[in-house]
């Protein structure tokens, strides 16, 4: 999984970047559709323990929001955001398309997004587990992850304060993650030396 996150040769990075994330939306809007409930449960239900979810509207205002309705809104928010044609241009033009993904803006999107995103692997974890285990989709949810966050490791996409909630299943892959970047740097300096 280390060597499917590396930027191929010939790649900019901005374009492995947006690659990686509608590749990564597809897969959590896939998991999600599975355990999405059609009624929302009441505000305050459906987080994990100590962590509140809020949302802001485009007129600025800010609500509290359950869990469930939070996925909702990022995955809906996320798939508006990626056919934005400002940030994520077709990528026919290159030009165009590697000055968009080397701004800061893109920068603070995709964050912003990723955050976002991992926020809805959170709830998913935590409240919707047991019932993808259930349909045997535990394999599949958990590999997804891992994908996401070795991505996330390796362009530096999200902060550790952000991975904390769901530390117990982030620390063991960041140390996988770790482990084979290590092995990586060390195979590519005895490939130097010979």
Same mark, same amino acid.
């Given at each position: 999984?280390?060597?499917?996150?590396?930027?191929?040769?010939?790649? *900019? !990075?901005?374009? $492995?970047?947006?690659?990686?994330?509608?590749?990564?939306? *597809?897969?959590?809007?896939?998991?999600?559709?599975?355990?999405?409930?059609?009624?929302?449960?009441?505000?305050? *239900?459906?987080?994990?323990?100590?962590?509140?979810?809020?949302?802001?509207?485009? *007129?600025?205002?800010?609500?509290?929001?359950?869990?469930?309705?939070?996925?909702?809104?990022?995955?809906?928010?996320?798939?508006?955001?990626?056919?934005?044609?400002?940030?994520?241009?077709?990528?026919?033009?290159?030009?165009? !398309?590697?000055?968009? $993904?080397?701004?800061?803006? /893109?920068?603070?999107?995709?964050?912003?997004? /990723?955050?976002?995103? /991992?926020?809805?692997?959170?709830?998913?974890?935590?409240?919707?587990?047991?019932?993808?285990?259930?349909?045997?989709?535990?394999?599949?949810?958990?590999?997804?992850?891992?994908?996401?966050?070795?991505?996330?490791? =390796?362009?530096?996409?999200?902060?550790?304060?952000?991975?904390?909630?769901?530390?117990?299943?982030?620390?063991?892959?960041?140390?996988?993650?770790?482990?084979?970047?290590? =092995?990586?740097?060390?195979?590519?300096?005895?490939?130097?030396?010979?």
């Amino acid at each position: 999984m280390y060597d499917t996150c590396k930027l191929p040769r010939g790649e *900019t !990075c901005g374009a $492995w970047v947006v690659v990686n994330l509608v590749d990564f939306l *597809t897969d959590i809007s896939s998991i999600y559709s599975v355990v999405r409930p059609s009624v929302l449960p009441p505000l305050g *239900t459906g987080f994990p323990a100590g962590v509140e979810y809020k949302w802001s509207s485009s *007129t600025g205002s800010i609500r509290r929001v359950s869990g469930v309705e939070y996925c909702n809104l990022v995955l809906s928010w996320a798939s508006s955001t990626l056919n934005d044609e400002s940030m994520f241009p077709n990528d026919d033009d290159e030009e165009l !398309c590697n000055s968009i $993904w080397n701004s800061k803006a /893109f920068a603070k999107v995709v964050g912003q997004v /990723f955050k976002r995103v /991992f926020r809805v692997w959170a709830i998913i974890y935590t409240t919707f587990f047991d019932t993808l285990k259930t349909v045997g989709l535990t394999k599949s949810l958990n590999s997804c992850f891992k994908h996401f966050i070795y991505f996330s490791l =390796e362009f530096q996409l999200l902060q550790d304060s952000e991975m904390a909630v769901l530390d117990v299943l982030v620390r063991p892959i960041k140390e996988q993650y770790t482990k084979a970047d290590f =092995e990586h740097k060390r195979k590519s300096e005895k490939g130097k030396r010979y």
